[in-house]
């Protein structure tokens, strides 16, 4: 999925009270300062950039130190219209019902964004909530061709984190993203902090417009 560009308010609500304790550690979702997502992290976005995209802005990262092999499980039975892409861990699809995204194994080291996105149909304007969880996988070996080959299993060995995402697409939120992306009269930029700046830094900005509105948005 082609990112040209991404500007949405995204707020972290709350910590569930019913997210799990016994998730597996082994995988993390981390946001783009690399920060961990808690747990049962519930994610508002309303903006909608560019592309008429809903972006999750989220990254996954393996902090086992080992090969790993995983996949998303993604439940949008209440996907209201539109499609659902994902690109999870490598490997790009459209998911049209709940279920997991492609399967992979994945580094020591791996750390990528998920480019997880509702693209809903202009002018159909909803709310609903999609809930992500990593799952890993057994690694099995295959001959094929001669070769004895590592290939992911069908059996799920262990559940990460998970995370909602509530998307709420309104005439309100659609017109962030334009306005954000083309015709803004920004006042001034502040971090999360209060502290003003000078210019847009990557990550979360709180922008104060001229016509007196505050707009929190993530570059």
Request: aromatic share 8%.
């Amino acid at each position: 999925m082609k990112k040209i560009f991404t500007l949405f308010t995204l707020v972290v609500l709350s910590l569930s009270a019913t997210a799990q304790n016994d998730t597996d550690g082994s995988f993390h979702f981390i946001d783009e300062q690399g920060n961990v997502v808690p747990n049962g992290t519930v994610l508002n976005i309303k903006g909608i950039n560019e592309e008429g995209k809903m972006e999750i802005p989220l990254k996954v990262k393996n902090m086992s130190g080992e090969r790993l092999a995983v996949g998303m499980y993604e439940v949008i039975d209440n996907i209201p219209n539109g499609d659902w892409e994902t690109c999870a861990f490598g490997n790009c699809m459209r998911l049209d019902a709940t279920g997991y995204s492609a399967r992979s194994i994945v580094a020591s080291d791996y750390e990528n964004a998920i480019q997880t996105e509702w693209i809903p149909e202009e002018g159909k304007y909803a709310t609903w909530t999609a809930t992500l969880q990593i799952h890993l996988f057994e690694i099995k070996q295959e001959v094929k061709f001669g070769q004895v080959l590592d290939v992911v299993g069908d059996e799920v060995t262990a559940q990460g984190p998970v995370i909602t995402v509530q998307f709420e697409y309104s005439a309100e939120s659609a017109g962030i993203g334009q306005i954000a992306g083309h015709h803004a009269a920004v006042d001034s930029y502040y971090n999360t902090d209060g502290r003003r700046l000078d210019a847009p830094h990557k990550g979360i900005n709180i922008l104060r417009m001229d016509d007196g509105r505050v707009i929190k948005q993530i570059k």
